[in-house]
């Protein structure tokens, strides 16, 4: 077993036969220009393992003394969900998005889990087919996508009430061998740059719902499988001679309509086959896992946007002016809050009957309710500080040309002993967050990521204990009855 290397992870994306769509062509991912930052910042979560400083979060030590990605284990403590937290803010502090391989290992921890409770209780062999394949991945060193998210077509419709029946991932055909899935998964973090997926349900299954009731893995070049590029804001700026307009120069993140059609999937790499009740705890746990990563990520990233907007007070001027200082304290204190609450859902995490641990579910959704709302009043405050410039800024191409060029360095400059060169570039990087590519990574994906905010405010609701609480009211009050 090894720990790849991002020159061999990069070299293992060149020999992955994928089939990747980009605004109506088959792109080759390792040479585009827009897909790039993408792979750099998963390379980077396999340069940080051979980090003396950061190798202890990054790797863990299995039982038997290997070495393996952080990504590709169990959480067996909880000790083990506050490095995979801090793991995380490593990586979204030094690329602007998340840890690239989380949500899979988020798949990998729930699926973990629940095929072992299953097993148990059904006499399946889910959790054992389970193990053979979560070895095959630790020994290649592979990066996972964690593919939930279906289609879902009339969202007032149960998946088997749909007019199309494969808005939802769904089995096709039963085979000897296997099974054959159709369907697609949307909103796809890292499928691109991933050499194997890990399919779940994205919502509780009933009785009559058993063929959307799937999880699976398969190989990133499995036939019938193939990815449509999401767009991003501005991401063609990427294809510019000079890269200084895209913000974030060399790092960045892309999702794809990740399509499923007719693809086999063998006997030893299906998880779940129509067991609908336990699709609740599959996505439950899969959601709780997966929300507890943004409280690190979303705040480490809101980091970098309060770094940026305090350097702009200092290009501007205004770095000693109370109103300024207010703001960016503000701006702390809601990063902070998210970062805490995260941590607090690892701190009361607890043992499930595998020996997994999971977060604490109430504080986990707390977190990412949090992380919905503050990284936009972040961003808010952010774009306050560094003014209309922001979103009026020349080209850097202009700055360089020779007619305009001595126009805008003179009348874009701020403070003295700054370059107008460099105040452009820091313009550029928070706009990059606030409504650049960088936005769909501190913002939209703050928001519906990991599910929309309601999906938090049920989960919430449903762990309030009210009646808990109003028998203490009551106590205070001297109500008896
Ligand atoms: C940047 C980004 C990265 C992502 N990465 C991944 C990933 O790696 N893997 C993955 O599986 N998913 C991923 N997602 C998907 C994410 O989990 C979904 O976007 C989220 O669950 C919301 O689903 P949706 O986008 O289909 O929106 P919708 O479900 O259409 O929701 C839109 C709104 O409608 C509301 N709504 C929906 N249905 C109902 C209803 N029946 N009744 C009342 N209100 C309703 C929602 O609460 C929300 O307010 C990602 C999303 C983003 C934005």
Redesign the pocket.
Known sequence: MTLMTAEKYLESMKKTKKQVYFMGEKIDITEHPIARPALNSVAITYDLCFNPEYENLFTATLESGEKVNRCLTFWKSIDDLLKKYKMIQITARMTGRGNART?GADAINAIGSVSYEMDEELGTEYHQRFLKYLKYIQDNDFTI?????DA?GD??RRPVQQTDPDMYVRIVEKKSDGIVVRGA???????INAHEHIFAP?TTMREDEGDYAVAFAVPADATGLFHVYGRQPSDTRRMEDDNSDSGNLNHGGN?SLLVLDDVFVPWERVFMCGEWKWTFPMIHRFAGYHRNCYGAGKSAIADVVIGAAALMADYNGLSKKSAIRDKLTEMVHMARTIYACGLTSCVEGYCTPSGIYNVNLMYTNVTKLHVGRMTYEIARLAEDIAGGSLSTLPSCRDLKDPIVGKYVEKYLKGVDGVSTENRMKLMRLIEHFCYGQGS??FL??AL????????QKLLIERESDLDTKKEWAKALAGISG
Do not use: M, N, W
């Open positions: 949500v996508s964690g593919s939930i998210t879902k969202r007032s998964k949307l909103h796809q973090s890292v499928a994205c999702e769909v990574y939209s994906e519906h990521g990991a599910g929309s905010p309601q999906g």
